[in-house]
C-alpha cells in the first residue's frame, strides 16, 4: 500500500515510515500531495501544535486529530525540533490507530531499547508517576507495557545497584563464528565449521592474541571487567582442547578473573555439546551457560536448518545439569514458520519438564540478509493475533513458574510490533545482557563479527568498531584492529580521568 504525506518536510521522513511499518506491511511512503491508496496530511500550528487529518476510499469524512506539545512534561525538554517530532509522531499513530483499528502497544516507540528511555527519565530526576505519565500520555505506550518496562528496571537496579557507575568499567564479549551449519533465519557471523571460511586454528591464534593485548591493557590500568561472554556462532563448536586453551589465555591476560561477576559461554547448538567440552567449562569456572532449543517442534527445526532434534536437545540440557552446570539459559522463538499456539503450548510443556534458570523469549523477526527473509513466501507464518496470544502465553507462563522479565529489546521487522523478552528466576539474571541492552558500560568486542560499543564515560556517548566478520579477513587483518581498539580505550579512559 502507497501513503502520501502532505504537509512536512523530508526531514521527516525516517521517522514517518518507521511508524507507518507499524501499520502496513512494507508502506511506500509517497512525499507530498500525490496519487495513493492513504494520505495523511499536517497541517504545523504555532507553540508546538499541529493537526493531522487522513483520508481514504473507505471514509466518508477524512479522520481528524490535533495535539500539541503537554505544558506538564518535564522530560529532556531543550531542543524544540526533537518536541515537534514527539507531537508529530504522536499525531500520526493517533490518525492511523484511528484508521486501522489496531492499537499499537508501544505508541510511538519504534527504537531498540524502551527500558534505556524509562532509565534515562529516572537519572533526569522524574519520579514513578511522572515517568509513567511522559510514556503513556505523550508517547502513547499502554498500561500493560508501561509496567513491563516497570518491573524490568526495578530487577536491573536490583541486581546491579550500581549500573548508573559501571561506566568506570568494561565487559568482553568474544566472538566465535563457527556453527555446525546455518539456520534459514540466521543473521550472525556463523560459517559452517568445516566450510571454507578460512582455518579454525588461525582464527584461534589471532584470538589469542587479542585476548592477550586486551588483557595486558585493561591490566596496565587497572579496568575492572563486569562481565565476559563467549558467543558468535557457537562457541562449544571448537574442540574441547581449543575452548580449554582459549580460557586459559583468558585467566592468565585478564586482571583479576574472580572479580569478574558473570562468565557465560552460549552453547546455544546442542549438537556442539560434549561431556569434555561440560568438563572444561566446569574447570574454568563458566558460571552460565545457554543451550538453545528454539522449538520443541523436530519438524520446525528441520525446516530452520538446525540440524538436531528435540530430543538432543533434551538429552544434552539433562547431560549438562547431570555435569553441575547450574546456571542454564534456554532461547524460545515465537512465530517460527508453521507455529501456533497450539506448538507454543508444547514448546512451554517441554521447558516446564527442564526448568532452566533463564527464559530468553524471542519473537521472529525477517532481516534482510537472511535466508528466510530472501524466501519469506515459502514461509508460512503465524498472524498478528497468533503472535500477541503465543506472547500472552510466554509472559502467563513465567508468571505462573515465577520468573520475572529483567530485559527487553525489540528490532524492526519484528512480528506483530512484539518485543523479546529475557525472564529469570530470582538472582540467575544474565548481567551482560542488562550492560548490553542499558548501554552503560563500554563492551570490548573481541573475534570475529564482534562489535565493539564505546561507552564515553560520564557522557554515556556511543560509537562503535566493528571487527571483520569473515574468518579469512580477520585471520589476515586481527592485528590492525586490535591496535585500533586499544587507541580508542586510551582516548576513552584518558578522557575519564582528566
Ligand atoms: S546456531 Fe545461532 S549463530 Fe549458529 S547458525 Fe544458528 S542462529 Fe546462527
Redesign the pocket.
Given at each position: 500500500m502507497n501513503v502520501s504525506i502532505h504537509g512536512l518536510d523530508r526531514h521527516y521522513e525516517q521517522q514517518i515510515t518507521h511508524l507507518a511499518q507499524l501499520f502496513i506491511e512494507e508502506p511506500e511512503i509517497l512525499w507530498g500531495e500525490q496519487e495513493a491508496d492513504l494520505h495523511v496530511s499536517f497541517e504545523l500550528l504555532s507553540n508546538l501544535k499541529a493537526r493531522a487529518s487522513l483520508r481514504h476510499a473507505s471514509l466518508e469524512q477524512p479522520l481528524t486529530t490535533l495535539f500539541s506539545y503537554p505544558e506538564w512534561s518535564m522530560f529532556d525538554r531543550a531542543d524544540e525540533q526533537k518536541l515537534m517530532k514527539r507531537v508529530l509522531n504522536y499525531l500520526f499513530v493517533d490518525v492511523m490507530e484511528q484508521w486501522s483499528g489496531l492499537k499499537q502497544p508501544w505508541g510511538v516507540l519504534t527504537g531498540v531499547r524502551p527500558t534505556k528511555l524509562m532509565h534515562q527519565m529516572r537519572r533526569a530526576g522524574l519520579n514513578r508517576e511522572q515517568i509513567r505519565k511522559e510514556l503513556k500520555d505523550l508517547y502513547r505506550v499502554s498500561e500493560e507495557k508501561v509496567g513491563l518496562l516497570e518491573r524490568i528496571v526495578e530487577r536491573q537496579l536490583a541486581v546491579l545497584p550500581d549500573l548508573d557507575e559501571l561506566d568506570r568499567g568494561v565487559s568482553v564479549y568474544i566472538g566465535i563464528p563457527f556453527?555446525p551449519?546455518?539456520?534459514a533465519?540466521?543473521t550472525?557471523p556463523?560459517y559452517a565449521i568445516n566450510g571454507k571460511n578460512g582455518s579454525v586454528e588461525a582464527f584461534l591464534a589471532g584470538l589469542h592474541y587479542e585476548i592477550e593485548a586486551t588483557g595486558k591493557w585493561l591490566t596496565d590500568h587497572q579496568i575492572p571487567v563486569t562481565t565476559v561472554y563467549f558467543g558468535?556462532?557457537?562457541p562449544t563448536s571448537i574442540t574441547a582442547e581449543q575452548m580449554d586453551a582459549l580460557y586459559e589465555t583468558l585467566y592468565d591476560s585478564f586482571p583479576a578473573m574472580n572479580q569478574v561477576r558473570e562468565l557465560t559461554v552460549e552453547a546455544?547448538?546442542p549438537d556442539t555439546i560434549t561431556p569434555e567440552k561440560i568438563e572444561v567449562l566446569k574447570k574454568w569456572n563458566v558460571d552460565r551457560i545457554s543451550i538453545n532449543p528454539q522449538s520443541f517442534e523436530n519438524e520446525t527445526l528441520q525446516a530452520i536448518g538446525?540440524h538436531h532434534s528435540v530430543e538432543e536437545t533434551i538429552e544434552k540440557y539433562k547431560m549438562a545439569r547431570d555435569l553441575g552446570m547450574e546456571n542454564i539459559n534456554m532461547d524460545l522463538i515465537i512465530g517460527l514458520p508453521g507455529e501456533g499456539p497450539k506448538e507454543m503450548a508444547r514448546s512451554l510443556e517441554e521447558t516446564e519438564k527442564l526448568m532452566p534458570e533463564s527464559l530468553t523469549v524471542h519473537t521472529l523477526s525477517f532481516k534482510r540478509a537472511s535466508t528466510m527473509t530472501k524466501n519469506r513466501d515459502k514461509y508460512k507464518v503465524a498472524t498478528r493475533d497468533e503472535i500477541a496470544e503465543m506472547m500472552a502465553m510466554t509472559s502467563s507462563w513465567t508468571e505462573d513458574h515465577e520468573y520475572a522479565p529483567y530485559y527487553l529489546y525489540r528490532q524492526k521487522n519484528i512480528l506483530g510490533n512484539l518485543e523479546n523478552v529475557g525472564y529469570a528466576l530470582p538472582e540467575k539474571e544474565s548481567l551482560y545482557n542488562i550492560v548490553i541492552m542499558e548501554e552503560v558500560q563500554t563492551i570490548i568486542g573481541l573475534g570475529c563479527g564482534a562489535t565493539s560499543k564505546w561507552v564515553e564515560p560520564g557522557t554515556g556517548n556511543i560509537s562503535r568498531h566493528a571487527n571483520p566478520k569473515d574468518p579469512r579477513t580477520y585471520n589476515e587483518r586481527f592485528k590492525q584492529y586490535t591496535e585500533e581498539k586499544l587507541d580508542k580505550l586510551n582516548e576513552l579512559f584518558q578522557y575519564a580521568t582528566k
Open positions: 556453527c551449519t546455518k539456520c533465519y540466521c550472525f556463523a558468535g556462532g557457537t546455544g547448538r538446525r
